[in-house]
């Protein structure tokens, strides 16, 4: 059983910044990507930023410049710091890693979920 548990989500105005943070727990014996996603009202779930376990990066244009997820290993923890945040940033982020219980078996999971709203 693996657990990923988000927190961090919350309010901020236009322009301010919010740092979310995963955190994953269970019979673990790998993690390759680790990532968020976000889904507004309405639309399709989307990428945010996804981190591999050999370093590499990539955004969605979207937050190209404002958003930047970190890993760490050790901790099993990914985080997301968002700057310059816009209206358009509202929705619910979803942390998602594949994780390796066993050499054999890659799965892919979900947190729950953490509510970003952006608002004046």
């Known amino acids: 059983q693996v657990q990923l548990v988000e927190s961090g989500g919350g309010s901020a105005q236009p322009g301010g910044s919010l740092t979310l943070s995963c955190s994953l727990s269970g019979n673990i014996l790998a993690i390759n990507n680790m990532g968020w996603y976000r889904q507004a009202p309405g639309k399709q779930r989307e990428l945010v930023a996804v981190t591999t376990n050999g370093g590499s990066l990539n955004y969605a244009d979207s937050v190209k410049g404002r958003f930047t997820i970190s890993r760490d290993n050790a901790k099993k923890t990914v985080n997301l710091q968002m700057n310059s945040l816009k209206p358009e940033d509202t929705a619910v982020y979803y942390c998602?890693?594949?994780?390796?219980?066993?050499?054999?078996?890659?799965?892919?999971?979900w947190g729950q979920g953490t509510q970003v709203t952006v608002s004046s």
């Open positions: 998602n890693a594949d994780v390796a219980t066993n050499w054999e078996s890659w799965k892919n999971y």
